[in-house]
């Protein structure tokens, strides 16, 4: 079953003679449980093709469906409650808020929804991202593979059906890369959630379902890798 479906998706940034289109006319599919990495140059339009997975932006023109819904039907109040609860976001640089600790920052989506936590999960994902005993660390007061676990605590709190990846490991070593790797795709295995992640990792587009590589805002191959 697909899970996202991008229709002739166009992003033109700013206007006139200073226009830039990001993406031009992307069209595809993502069946629920794949593991898709987004390849392709620096400026070639992934992180805005991302961001419109995730309901981070709006298209100039074109749809994305999230299990049929169509994500750009929505206000931007609705839009804000859409990325909290059915996607994950996890960033290169973590984006956590530095005043606040490893629970805090965690648990943020859930607290701004006005929800309460699920004790259960969060101890669980503690446990497997291996934060246990660092619960009241402030950002500052971790290691960049810290980081980037509790930034894939809070994109998991909500158990979303997607989660969207930009370079997770570029700013990790090699140990670290794996590492948050298999934490992305244990959570993809074994709860059948979608995963897309871009990279320049030939070792993790290789890990791979599907390779999209997108050049100058289009999709210039897109292949599912045999096993
Ligand atoms: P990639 O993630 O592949 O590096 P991006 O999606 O970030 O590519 O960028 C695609 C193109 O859109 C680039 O030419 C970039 O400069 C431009 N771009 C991205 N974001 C903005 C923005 N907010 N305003 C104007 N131009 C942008
Ligand atoms: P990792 O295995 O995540 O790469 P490191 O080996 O970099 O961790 O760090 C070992 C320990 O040192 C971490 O558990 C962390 O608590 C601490 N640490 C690392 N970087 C910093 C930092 N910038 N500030 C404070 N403590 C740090």
Do not use: C, W
């Not at 023109?61 to 750009?72: C, E, F, I, K, R």
């Not at 929505?74 to 804000?80: M, P, T, V, W």
């Not at 669980?124 to 500052?140: A, F, Q, T, V, W």
């Amino acid at each position: 079953m697909d899970i996202l479906t991008v229709s002739h998706l166009t992003k033109v940034y700013g206007e006139g003679a200073a226009a830039t289109r990001a993406l031009d006319d992307v069209t595809f599919s993502v069946e629920e449980g794949e593991f898709v990495a987004i390849v392709g140059s620096s400026g070639s339009g992934k992180s805005t093709l991302l961001h419109l997975m995730g309901g981070v932006d709006r298209p100039t023109s074109g749809t994305v469906l999230l299990n049929g819904a169509d994500v750009y039907a929505r206000s931007d109040e609705e839009l804000a409650v859409f990325r909290r609860r059915e996607v994950g976001l996890v960033y290169q640089f973590y984006n956590l808020v530095p005043v606040l600790n490893v629970v805090e920052n965690m648990t943020l989506p859930v607290a701004l929804d006005g929800r309460p936590v699920n004790e259960g999960r969060l101890y669980g994902l503690l446990d497997k991202l291996g934060l246990r005993g660092r619960e009241g660390h402030l950002p500052s007061q971790l290691s960049g593979g810290q980081q980037q676990r509790v930034a894939i605590g809070r994109a998991l709190m909500n158990a979303p059906a997607v989660v969207l990846a930009d370079e997770p490991t570029g700013n990790l070593d090699t140990r670290n890369s794996r590492d948050i790797m298999a934490l992305l795709r244990d959570s993809n295995r074994e709860l059948g959630q979608t995963l897309v992640v871009i990279t320049h990792d030939e070792e993790i587009a290789l890990a791979a379902d599907r390779i999209i590589a997108i050049e100058d805002g289009r999709v210039v191959r897109d292949e599912r890798i045999r096993r």
